[in-house]
């Protein structure tokens, strides 16, 4: 009963609102950007008890929130990123998904974090079952996902994430093929450099609409850094 308790009674803001109805055809969208921080910006974190993971994912759900003016919203994570879409099952029982919520109304930066940081611990202390697969109504529910990639336990050392990645960077806008989530945002870090990839529906979303949301995402991003750098998160609250 945990997620259920926890999750289960809230009218919650899951994914940026989209552009278009259900009913047209199923296509891929890619968006990539340069998120423009390097390893050392994020050396901070450790001052706040923050991972990677626990970090990027209060932007996403920031940024879902400051999208489409919500104040109570819930992502999903995964954990240890991923390498193909059909890896439901991570590591034994790791489930890929897990969610995040917040109700951001007065709530000052360092609690958002405080928030990230039991709710990260508890879901992994209740990973026996996801959460989106408890009934038929969640699973059929679209929610944003947030990925952190690094160097990936399962992907062998001379794969270069990048180059792998089937992606046409002079074309990457208009994306192919198929989406399975509604939208993931992925980030990806090479070396000490880090770069967001969106994979979203394309028959959900005009391109401008998913950069609105990257352009939000990497403006929090900064801003979060810039506030921890000042010593100000017990006292800014940001929705």
Request: glycine share 4%; proline share 2%.
């Amino acid at each position: 009963m945990y997620y259920e308790n926890l999750y289960g009674n809230t009218d919650w803001s899951r994914y940026p609102e989209t552009d278009f109805p259900d009913g047209r055809e199923n296509a891929q969208g890619l968006l990539f950007r340069d998120i423009e921080i390097f390893e050392g910006d994020l050396d901070i974190l450790k001052n706040y008890h923050l991972t990677y993971n626990e970090f990027f994912s209060a932007i996403s759900l920031l940024s879902t929130a400051m999208f489409n003016n919500a104040e109570n919203v819930l992502n999903t994570w995964t954990y240890k990123g991923r390498w193909k879409k059909f890896h439901h099952n991570i590591i034994g029982n790791m489930i890929m998904d897990m969610p995040l919520a917040l109700n951001l109304k007065n709530i000052t930066v360092n609690q958002i974090f405080k928030s990230i940081r039991e709710q990260v611990k508890d879901s992994l202390l209740h990973r026996d079952y996801p959460y989106t697969m408890l009934d038929e109504k969640i699973l059929q529910d679209d929610i944003l996902c947030f990925i952190y990639h690094s160097g990936l336990y399962d992907v062998p050392a001379k794969i270069n994430l990048f180059e792998s990645m089937v992606i046409d960077f002079n074309d990457f806008s208009k994306g192919n093929g198929t989406s399975d989530n509604i939208i993931d945002v992925e980030l990806r870090q090479d070396d000490d450099k880090f770069l967001l990839l969106t994979d979203y529906a394309a028959h959900k979303y005009k391109y401008e609409t998913v950069e609105k949301f990257v352009d939000i995402f990497i403006s929090n991003t900064h801003k979060l850094l810039r506030l921890m750098r000042e010593n100000k998160c017990d006292s800014e609250v940001l929705f």
